[in-house]
């Protein structure tokens, strides 16, 4: 499949600062053929994953870790941030805000984080099934156990600790 005109256009100008300014409002994903320096630009990459978060991957590695870029990128995708740093993926902030588009940012989430009640709470509203990535200590939290089960019935079942799938309130939200 050949190359659409506009990355052409963006691959010969892929050191032109004011054209990728110019273009990443309306075609974000652009910014993957522009050079390193451009893609360091945390101007330009604001500009581009304010509308689409997922341009947050060609982002440099540098502003993958500014969590500016990553608030702003997990209010269009809440997904992206899997391509945020590790420090970024064990930042409560991000994750609370990732989770409110995107429950399965839990799989991307720290360890640490998958044991915090507020995030976890926050996934399982979103996606109950993503309680699978929660820790056992919170698959055994009654609060969680609950969302999930009334959001995601038999599919989050499955995920709650054994205990809780004996526990009477449990089961009659499977009813309901």
Known sequence: MADSPEII????????RNFFLAKVENSPSLIEWA????R?????????????????????????????????????AGWTCCYASEK????????????????QVLYFASEKLRDDKDVVLAAVENKPIILK?????LRNDKDIATVAVKKGKKKAFEYISPELREDEDIKKLLEE
């Open 9 to 16: 256009e963006a691959r010969e100008r892929k050191d032109d």
């Open 35 to 38: 050079n390193d320096e451009i």
């Open 40 to 76: 360091d630009d945390k101007e330009i990459i604001m500009k581009a994953v304010k509308n689409d978060g997922g341009a947050l991957e060609f982002a440099s590695n540098r502003l993958k870790d500014d969590k500016d870029v990553l608030l702003e990128a997990v209010k269009q």
């Open 88 to 103: 970024l993926k064990a930042d409560k902030d991000v994750l609370l805000n990732a989770s409110k588009n995107d429950g």
């Open 133 to 137: 990535y929660a820790s056992f200590r």
